[in-house]
């Protein structure tokens, strides 16, 4: 790959006008661009010619030209006089719920600082399903278009202001996100992605769109790349995930990349074909279903081991602080570890005899005191209900019948899988260990597994590198087949085979056979 | 060349979204169109991705796409239902004082409509170096532009009720003026257009810009062509002029074209090499400058004859009312014919002998008086001052001067020329037999004369016939060598030779010669 930038700088041999050579100032500079780039055609907006006679002579001709170049596209964003030279980018992680910008110099690609914020658009509605209703009407798309745009302008200016950066030296913004809020971003309507036959008003923008056309407020010329979607349920995200797990550049090992939540998004491959498939995996793999559940947070435990002796629970929080509940990667912790120690039996459910009096029954439903009220932070027992863990074991059932289900579709087995990625910053709190204990995911040897963590905003940050990976970003989107899981007899037969732990059929987990033989 | 339009309706074949192929909206439109094209990228806008889901939905994907497409450049504008797809351009000639707006069905190129007004720039200055110091600073420059524009939009929707057409159907907007109404109406600062080195702000647009960049209220998406400059003194409206008179498709023969006014612009060659000049012939070519001179416009004497015999003067009039005035080609054939009565001699003086009664003396200066007060549409004496005719005469001598240096850059000579056109409202006028007769232009058979009319709006009009047109357009800016024209001592001899009626040197106008020998 070479390291050309995106967006990168360039210093031309312009001449300075004279009586013999009165060449206008704009093709002038355009005349010396083409000939440092080797290029015969090259944009330039009207907002940059009307600009340019002052920015040139201001510098008596001598300028840093910004270059964008891709995909047979050239385009100059701007010039910059020799003493002020630095030019960023902006790398966005669009979540629905989340949103995080990275701020990095692009000549160095050094990331200068990153912010964290809440979407704005949970006011409207936490699910995406609610904002897409609400933007069913202009206006209502309108406005959540504006929250967002407003919040990050918001965000930008600060983060610009905090390291002394003018908003113009913001030429390229890079933004990642699912298909929904990709819509909403572009003030496209999200209307028909969830209806069938389920159709985006764009999958992909062949041409980088201009920050300014949706109002962002940095260069007036400033690149705007959105990663490309799939399809409905396949969105930019995901590119980004490929694009920064690489498997789109390996030509030895086939790799696996599993973004685990409320959606299992799966993708199968290498750098000669890619094949990706989405299921609802339920939201028990986020810790989003039991009690206790939440996201990860100070006093949240995030890792849990039971002495299969003792059966005493010892646990991990985040920040050490006294416990208040549980997120997704101590629950598939907390289960695979109730299982090994025989709290519970391969269907999932209560061993009362090893439980003891850790069990307790309320309205009828049996819980399992996790933490008692007097160890909590919360003053009260943090327990796991039977429900809770029978939610767990359908949602990691799904998860691993789509695996199954995709891995078979192309003639392959688990032992195929060089790499197995997992992307999602949840995904990079799971203990491979355990996930393969309950049977969510295939009994690799564990170096085969990497978490990847927010690769949302890891190949945002990406495309800046080179021309090289935007070219990826969009081949990964040509490369892509999607296929549509079919619910049918035989993917039912799979998951009701996995809804048992860790598999129906043992020989599947050989690594996991010690505890129960 | 073809007759595929620069901008037309296609109608691919879009295939209806069903589960088997979800392809979004806009990629599935572009994917379309790409195979109808046989091309390998389209740009949409965003503006139109976001309206294309309700467009094709509300058409059944059975939609006429407009495209736009030259210089390797594909552009969709629009899609249209069926009943409603016809769409139209606006050719504009751009003069400093009168603008011209044809209004055009693309289909077949019929002009629906012309409209003609003031420039509203006028208000600020009639003559163009007065509104250059006003754009000096950008709140002038702001101003000006809007005038313009929002005269233009005035018009533009006045011709648009008129016939009942949707603005969202102008879909392309051409448009030729001089180098510095092409910077007041783009916003581009013409500072420097005057002051040495006289640098433009750009000449040429190798895109197409979009009549939304400057606030054309047609469809947002409209194409605004610009036609390019060759430099300071050598615009669009030129490089319309050649492509209107065709003499870049001439292959065999040598051309020459010239646009009489204050400013002689002249261009030379054929299909295989252009050089052109630009240089001060004086604004009497124009009647500017003479006491009875004016704009041709009812009452002006726009033709004359004099009866050698009997020095009898009979004069035509437009709209044949009293005459008020003289235009231009008037004063041509006045003093033409007023050489050939023996009225004046070859250096342009009065003969007292022959002028008789009809010379009159006003403090020092002699009057011919052209149309007696009893006669006239003024009730005053209609009269030519020596002073009148001097002034022609430096005129007539230094476009002469002109085009004998510009042939002479060649090693060519007149005799060579196989068309000699004349652009321009007022060169439709001019007589040829008395512009030579006055020893103006050189003394070729009469039929090597064509009167082009407006080269201007004709030239922006071309340009919507066809790619090839557009693609003249550009070539024609690139053939084009431009020569200074050099005031030296050489330029100075042939000047005063060319002070005479027709010439000193009588062997350059043989037809002539029948009057004074």
Chains 1, 2 share one sequence.
């Not at 086939?254 to 939540?261: A, S």
């Amino acid at each position: 790959m070479t390291e050309e930038r995106l967006i990168r700088l360039v210093r031309p041999e312009i001449s300075v006008p004279e009586l013999k050579d009165n060449t206008a100032d704009t093709d002038r500079v355009i005349k010396a661009l083409k000939k440092h780039l080797g290029i015969d055609l090259l944009h330039v907006d009207l907002s940059l010619i009307r600009e340019l006679p002052y920015k040139l002579r201001d510098n008596n001709y001598k300028i840093y030209a910004c270059i964008f170049q891709a995909n047979n596209i050239s385009e100059l964003i701007d010039v910059y006089p020799e003493q002020a030279r630095d030019i960023y980018g902006i790398a966005v992680d669009l979540g629905s719920s989340t949103i995080v910008m990275r701020l990095i110099r692009l000549a160095d690609l050094k990331n200068i600082d990153e912010i964290t914020f809440r979407n704005p658009q949970t006011e409207i509605g936490a699910d995406i399903l609610t904002r897409i209703h609400y933007a069913s009407k202009p206006e209502g798309l309108k406005q959540l278009q504006d929250m967002l745009i407003n919040e990050m302008n918001n965000h930008i200016q600060e983060l610009c202001n905090k390291h002394n950066i003018s908003l113009d030296k913001i030429v390229g913004i890079s933004v990642a996100g699912n298909t929904s809020m990709t819509h909403l971003f572009l003030g496209l309507t999200p209307h028909w992605i969830c209806r069938e036959p389920y159709i985006p008003v764009i999958n992909k923008f062949e041409l980088p769109l201009k920050a300014s056309d949706i109002g962002l407020k940095v260069n007036q010329r400033a690149i705007l790349i959105v990663f490309p979607n799939v399809g409905s349920y396949f969105g930019g995200d995901l590119i980004a995930g490929i694009l920064a797990s690489g498997m789109a550049r390996q030509r030895e090992e086939i790799c696996m990349l599993v973004d685990v939540g409320t959606n299992a998004e799966v993708v199968l491959g290498n750098g000669d074909w890619l094949i990706a498939c989405a299921g609802a995996a339920g939201p028990a793999l986020e810790g989003g279903v039991a009690d206790i559940g939440m996201m990860a947070g100070p006093g949240v435990i995030d890792r849990v081991r039971i002495d299969p002796e003792t059966l005493k629970i010892e646990y991990h929080t985040i920040d050490n602080l006294p416990p208040v509940g549980i997120c997704g990667s101590g629950l598939i912790d907390l289960v695979a570890q109730m299982f090994i120690a025989g709290l519970i039996d391969i269907r999932g459910k209560f061993v009362p005899e090893r439980c003891g009096n850790r069990l307790v029954e309320k309205d009828g439903i049996m819980y399992f005191i996790v933490v008692p009220a007097q160890e909590s932070g919360t003053g009260e027992d943090l327990t796991l209900s039977q429900p809770d863990i029978d939610s767990l074991i359908r949602s990691k059932a799904a998860m691993y019948t789509i695996l199954t289900t995709i891995i078979k579709t192309v003639n392959l087995s688990f032992n195929d899988i060089g790499k197995f990625y997992i992307a999602g910053t949840f995904g990079s709190y799971i203990d491979p260990k355990s996930a393969i204990t309950i049977g969510m995911i295939p009994d690799l040897p564990l170096d085969t597994y990497v978490a990847l963590g927010n690769t949302s905003i890891k190949g945002a940050s990406l495309v800046f590198k080179s021309k090289d990976y935007y070219g990826e970003m969009l081949r990964i989107r040509d490369m892509i087949t999607y296929i549509e899981l079919n619910v049918n007899q035989e993917f039912m037969q799979l998951f009701s085979a996995a809804k048992f732990i860790p598999h129906t059929d043992r020989s599947l987990f050989p690594s996991v056979r010690q505890y129960y033989e």
